[in-house]
């Protein structure tokens, strides 16, 4: 499959093309929820059915991003070389995340390892000085339970040096894994920002599921790793990935869990497991399905094949842990849209729902690109949009200290700025910063502005709006309502014809 390319340190800027109008208006509206949505999330984490529920039994949806680094030989989050990595994940929630897939190999286990290419010049990333990769990883999932964010540790890699089919090596053997494992286990005890441990990354042949081979059979490795990693901590969630081929018919590493059905993953500690599925698109790797007469009317199929008929036969939870796209070719834009309608929206479905962390956060993915832009900050919102409608609420926070703002009792405050990010005459592409300017977190925004000329919002993602004429107001989604005192979230859209100038921008709070 290719797959060591998106591992690729590509740094080249990828030419997105823009996503139908009617692509990105599915996924705009993103206002309802329900009551309790907003304050679910507390505690650890277990399994009922299809869903995943917290302490207290109501149901979370996982909507995420993967911060790629741990598992390359920088043994740190990549782009530190550029900004804080605070700033880095409050930027993260404000855009409408709520977990962080965090990827590392063994190597940061060794004596010694200790990260490299952060910028500490200016006052960034001070408090991480001195340490090692561990000690910097405990930084970041500390600041992450501060802003609302679950943790969900992935074992990528045996080593830095690259991806291995099975979860062993020569140098890495099983018992190593496994140590490791238990050793992140026990090191976030008690600390529930760590949700739960991602076994192994992509699993592929000559793994199988369900052979009985002690050396291949994927399964039978997850099942002794994650009762491992119950038995220090039994508060975990222990994510599962796929193989490739299972009885003949292949796919994504790590992608397919057909051998589910007849040979599930059986722990020690009940209503644990969720199993994970990758699925990616053209400029990862060519598969049949892309080609089919149908396409794109054939994929919920596929999915339900490989994966999507666990949750729908309420056999477990289904967490698609890695699935992106430079969005670089229309096959690949009609692929995105379409997965992202089987993930099912956020406002009619709640937690009950699949599961997902989107591939990725870097834009150092050779064949996929990243949220964020090769300059480390600007957000790519044309490709976010694609993921409003699944977004879904933050996390009660686990700790002082974070983006949350402080209490009540201050002013509630917002601006907003307008910036227009393409324009080609008959069309324009533009994004609105909003900014709490107050002195205490704010529940929710909307912004007004009125254009001098005839242009028409045609498409909006982060925000619903209503257009009265030239009158336009803009107000939040249910995932980035919640803005931090100095904290800042965005909206995109587009709208017809260019040329216009740039209105004024008035802004709410509440």
Same mark, same amino acid.
């Given at each position: 499959?290719?797959?060591?390319?998106?591992?690729?340190?590509?740094? %080249?800027?990828?030419?997105?093309?823009?996503?139908?109008?009617?692509?990105?208006?599915?996924?705009?509206?993103? #206002?309802?929820?329900?009551?309790?949505?907003?304050?679910?999330?507390?505690?650890?984490?277990?399994?009922?059915?299809?869903?995943?529920?917290?302490?207290?039994?109501?149901?979370?949806?996982?909507?995420?991003?993967?911060?790629?680094?741990? @598992?390359?030989?920088?043994?740190?989050?990549?782009?530190?070389?550029?900004?804080?990595?605070?700033?880095?994940?409050?930027?993260?929630?404000?855009?409408?995340?709520?977990?962080?897939?965090?990827? &590392?190999?063994?190597?940061?286990?060794?004596?010694?390892?200790?990260?490299?290419?952060?910028?500490?010049?200016?006052?960034?990333?001070?408090?991480?000085?001195?340490?090692?990769?561990?000690?910097?990883?405990?930084?970041?999932?500390?600041?992450?339970?501060?802003?609302?964010?679950?943790?969900?540790?992935?074992?990528?890699?045996?080593?830095?040096?690259?991806?291995?089919?099975?979860?062993?090596?020569?140098?890495?053997? @099983?018992?190593?894994?496994?140590?490791?494992?238990?050793?992140?286990?026990?090191?976030?005890?008690?600390?529930?920002?760590?949700?739960?441990?991602?076994?192994?990354?992509?699993?592929?042949?000559?793994?199988?599921?369900?052979?009985?081979?002690?050396?291949?059979?994927?399964?039978?490795?997850?099942?002794?790793?994650?009762?491992?990693?119950?038995?220090?901590?039994?508060?975990?969630?222990?994510?599962?990935?796929?193989?490739?081929?299972?009885?003949?018919?292949? $796919?994504?590493?790590?992608?397919?869990?057909?051998?589910?059905?007849?040979?599930?993953?059986?722990?020690?500690?009940?209503?644990?497991?969720?199993?994970?599925?990758?699925?990616?698109?053209?400029?990862?790797?060519?598969?049949?399905?892309?080609?089919?007469?149908? &396409?794109?009317?054939?994929?919920?199929?596929?999915?339900?094949? &490989?994966?999507?008929?666990?949750?729908?036969?309420?056999?477990?939870?289904?967490?698609?842990?890695?699935?992106?796209? #430079?969005?670089?070719?229309?096959?690949?834009?009609?692929?995105?849209?379409?997965?992202?309608?089987?993930?099912?929206?956020?406002?009619?479905?709640?937690?009950?729902?699949?599961?997902?962390?989107?591939?990725?956060?870097?834009?150092?993915?050779?064949?996929?690109? $990243?949220?964020?832009?090769?300059?480390?900050?600007?957000?790519?919102?044309?490709?976010?949009? &694609?993921?409003?409608?699944?977004?879904?609420?933050?996390?009660?926070?686990?700790?002082?200290?974070?983006?949350?703002?402080?209490?009540?009792?201050?002013? %509630?405050?917002?601006?907003?700025?307008?910036?227009?990010?393409?324009?080609?005459?008959?069309?324009?592409?533009?994004?609105?910063?909003? #900014?709490?300017?107050?002195?205490?977190?704010?529940?929710?925004?909307?912004?007004?502005?009125?254009?001098?000329?005839?242009?028409?919002?045609?498409?909006?993602?982060?925000?619903?709006?209503?257009?009265?004429?030239?009158?336009?107001?803009?107000?939040?989604?249910?995932?980035? $309502?919640?803005?931090?005192?100095? $904290?800042?979230?965005?909206?995109?859209?587009?709208?017809?014809?260019?040329?216009?100038?740039?209105?004024?921008?008035?802004?709410?709070?509440?």
């Amino acid at each position: 499959m290719f797959r060591s390319l998106r591992r690729a340190l590509c740094a %080249a800027a990828a030419a997105l093309l823009l996503p139908t109008a009617g692509a990105l208006t599915a996924h705009a509206d993103t #206002t309802a929820d329900t009551a309790t949505a907003a304050v679910a999330g507390a505690g650890y984490w277990h399994t009922s059915g299809r869903q995943i529920l917290d302490a207290a039994g109501q149901p979370v949806r996982v909507a995420g991003i993967n911060w790629f680094g741990f @598992e390359t030989g920088n043994h740190v989050v990549h782009g530190l070389w550029s900004r804080d990595y605070k700033s880095m994940i409050d930027q993260m929630r404000s855009l409408g995340y709520n977990t962080l897939r965090l990827p &590392y190999s063994d190597d940061i286990f060794k004596s010694g390892t200790v990260p490299d290419s952060i910028d500490f010049s200016g006052g960034k990333n001070a408090d991480l000085q001195g340490l090692n990769a561990l000690q910097v990883l405990d930084k970041l999932v500390a600041y992450a339970g501060q802003d609302g964010l679950k943790v969900i540790l992935d074992r990528h890699r045996p080593d830095s040096g690259g991806q291995s089919a099975l979860w062993y090596t020569s140098a890495v053997p @099983e018992s190593t894994w496994i140590a490791n494992l238990k050793s992140l286990a026990t090191r976030y005890r008690g600390q529930d920002t760590v949700v739960g441990i991602d076994l192994h990354n992509e699993p592929h042949d000559p793994a199988c599921w369900g052979c009985g081979d002690q050396a291949t059979d994927w399964r039978l490795a997850a099942q002794r790793a994650g009762n491992a990693v119950l038995s220090v901590n039994s508060a975990l969630l222990v994510f599962v990935e796929g193989v490739q081929t299972v009885n003949g018919v292949s $796919g994504w590493w790590g992608g397919n869990l057909m051998g589910v059905a007849q040979y599930p993953v059986q722990l020690d500690v009940p209503n644990r497991v969720v199993y994970s599925a990758h699925d990616y698109a053209t400029s990862v790797a060519q598969q049949s399905w892309f080609s089919d007469p149908s &396409y794109p009317a054939n994929l919920p199929g596929v999915w339900d094949k &490989y994966w999507g008929y666990i949750f729908k036969q309420n056999i477990a939870p289904v967490w698609v842990g890695e699935f992106g796209t #430079t969005l670089q070719s229309a096959v690949d834009q009609k692929w995105l849209a379409a997965l992202v309608t089987y993930l099912r929206p956020t406002a009619a479905n709640g937690g009950d729902s699949f599961h997902w962390t989107f591939w990725s956060w870097n834009p150092n993915s050779g064949d996929t690109g $990243g949220i964020l832009k090769d300059d480390w900050s600007t957000v790519d919102t044309v490709k976010d949009g &694609y993921l409003a409608s699944i977004k879904a609420p933050g996390f009660p926070s686990t700790g002082s200290g974070g983006g949350d703002g402080g209490g009540g009792g201050g002013t %509630a405050a917002c601006s907003a700025a307008y910036t227009v990010s393409s324009d080609w005459g008959g069309g324009f592409n533009a994004e609105v910063k909003v #900014t709490n300017t107050g002195t205490t977190a704010i529940g929710s925004w909307k912004v007004t502005w009125t254009w001098s000329g005839s242009q028409k919002v045609t498409s909006m993602w982060n925000a619903s709006y209503t257009q009265t004429g030239a009158s336009v107001t803009a107000t939040n989604a249910t995932h980035n $309502g919640a803005i931090a005192a100095g $904290g800042s979230t965005s909206l995109g859209f587009g709208g017809a014809p260019g040329g216009g100038a740039v209105p004024s921008v008035s802004c709410t709070a509440a």
